[in-house]
Antibody, heavy 117, light 105 residues
């Protein structure tokens, strides 16, 4: 079964850092680009970042550029998102997703990040 | 940057009705568009890719059409399990529309 499982969310103080992980299984991780998407409470979906299969191409949304860093470990089948300088506006559920031809499929179940003092 | 505008933002419909959601792109995006369904407390689910390709396991009452700047998602004979929020996404830069919430009338 193709599966993505996020972890690493939690409560963090404003200005703090957090590292999210996404464990992939059931498919050849090394052949897919991967993405991070978030959803603030009661809001829509916001694309954050993409990393190509070999990490040769990396893209960020303007809202997180310079603060978030995406990486992957193909040997471990893992995707990461290092988040620094967090603010209340970063409070959201964070999803990882696999890029299919013209769609994200599947998505993980999400991990909640709450930025609050 | 390419913007996606979905309409309507909210839709109230009855079981059995046919509903249509529109997604307009600020620039042409060929057929590089996907549609997702999201139910409360769940991750989004890919319904349609490449503007019109129905994903495996998705009921045939869902259909997508369009190219360039205007796209539609049609749900024929709405079922109780279809009440959810729907998002379009463009694959020029992966951004999403603002969503359309479909609720029971």
């Amino acid at each position: 079964e193709v599966q993505l499982v996020e972890s690493g969310g939690g409560l963090v103080n404003p200005g703090g850092s957090l590292r999210l992980s996404c464990a992939a299984s059931g498919f050849t991780f090394t052949t897919y680009s991967m993405h991070w998407v978030r959803q603030a409470p009661g809001k829509g979906l916001e694309w954050l970042s993409c990393i190509s299969s070999s990490s040769g191409h990396i893209y960020y949304a303007d809202s997180v550029k310079g603060r978030f860093v995406v990486s992957r470990d193909n040997a471990k089948g893992a995707l990461y998102l290092q988040m620094d300088s967090l603010t209340a506006e970063d409070t959201a559920i964070y999803y990882c997703a696999r890029q299919a031809l013209f769609g994200f499929d599947p998505w993980g179940q999400g991990t909640l990040v709450t930025v609050s003092s | 940057d390419i913007q996606l505008t979905q309409s309507p933002s909210f839709l109230s419909a009855s079981v059995g009705e046919t509903v249509t959601i529109t997604c307009r792109a600020s620039q042409g995006i060929y057929n590089y568009l996907a549609w997702y369904q999201q139910k409360p407390g769940a991750a989004p689910k890919l319904l349609i890719s490449g503007a019109s390709t129905l994903q495996s396991g998705v009921p045939s009452r869902f259909s997508g059409s369009g190219s360039g700047t205007e796209f539609t998602l049609t749900i024929s004979s709405l079922q109780p399990e279809d009440f959810a929020t729907y998002y379009c996404q463009q694959f020029s830069a992966w951004t999403f529309g603002q969503g359309t919430k479909v609720e029971i009338k």
